[in-house]
T-cell receptor, first 111, second 118 residues
Framework: DAGVIQSPRHEVTEMGQEVTLRCKPI?????LFWYRQTMMRGLELLIY????????DSGMPEDRFSAKMPNASFSTLKIQPSEPRDSAVYFC?????????FGPGTRLTVT | AQKITQTQPGMFVQEKEAVTLDCTYD???????LFWYKQPSSGEMIFLIY??????QNATEGRYSLNFQKARKSANLVISASQLGDSAMYFC???????????????FGKGTLLTVNP
């Protein structure tokens, strides 16, 4: 099994630019989660989907952040416009029941 | 109030010895799950072990075991026979049940940095 796949692994962009992070969950998993990790705030859940439907987006920081899951094998997290305070590692995770498996993360740097 | 508390910012252990990483949690749900993850310096989050609130026996996975004490609301991770490769950040997490839901979000503690000395 390939595990959760995220791309890109690293992203460096300038303030004001649009950033799109991508995730392919483990085949057969019906829940997908986006997390953000920073030194100051630790690991935070941004949004999660169940069967491609957004269930809880209360962790999304503001309107600049949006997430979609058009099908069971793909999700995106978009930041538009990006700001330096968005710099963090963004993880995607998926699960089918109890265990939740994380992707390798995308390290985003906004200058 | 924090839902997951890891009181040890850092721990040191000698290679081949056992170490216990503390985790306490706060929930009013009857059904919940507890998780431990390892994050090495390379950054990935590695799932280690899971304990359901209704599981009667403590979970074990190889050298990892979860010391689950429900009345005390603690879910400590025990690593036996520590290895140099165990040096990493360890996170405890909880999944609380949601009415009508089938998969739930995790709340993470702030982590414990474990260093294994040769």
């Amino acid at each position: 099994d390939a595990g959760v796949i995220q791309s890109p692994r690293h992203e460096v962009t300038e303030m004001g630019q649009e950033v799109t992070l991508r995730c392919k969950p483990i085949s057969g998993h019906n829940s997908l989660f986006w997390y953000r990790q920073t030194m100051m705030r630790g690991l935070e859940l941004l949004i999660y989907f169940n069967n491609n439907v957004p269930i809880d987006d209360s962790g999304m920081p503001e309107d600049r952040f949006s997430a979609k899951m058009p099908n069971a094998s793909f999700s995106t997290l978009k930041i538009q416009p990006s700001e330096p305070r968005d710099s963090a590692v963004y993880f995607c995770a998926s699960s089918s029941r109890d265990e939740q498996y994380f992707g390798p993360g995308t390290r985003l740097t906004v200058t | 109030a924090q839902k997951i508390t890891q009181t040890q910012p850092g721990m040191f252990v000698q290679e081949k010895e056992a170490v216990t990483l503390d985790c306490t949690y706060d929930t009013s749900d009857q059904s919940y799950g507890l998780f431990w993850y390892k994050q090495p310096s390379s950054g990935e989050m590695i799932f280690l072990i899971y304990q359901g609130s209704y599981d009667e026996q403590n979970a074990t996975e190889g050298r990892y075991s979860l010391n689950f004490q429900k009345a005390r609301k603690s879910a400590n991770l025990v690593i036996s026979a520590s290895q140099l490769g165990d040096s990493a950040m360890y996170f405890c997490a909880m999944r609380e049940a949601e009415r009508g839901g089938s998969n739930y979000k995790l709340t993470f503690g702030k982590g414990t940095l474990l260093t294994v000395n040769p």
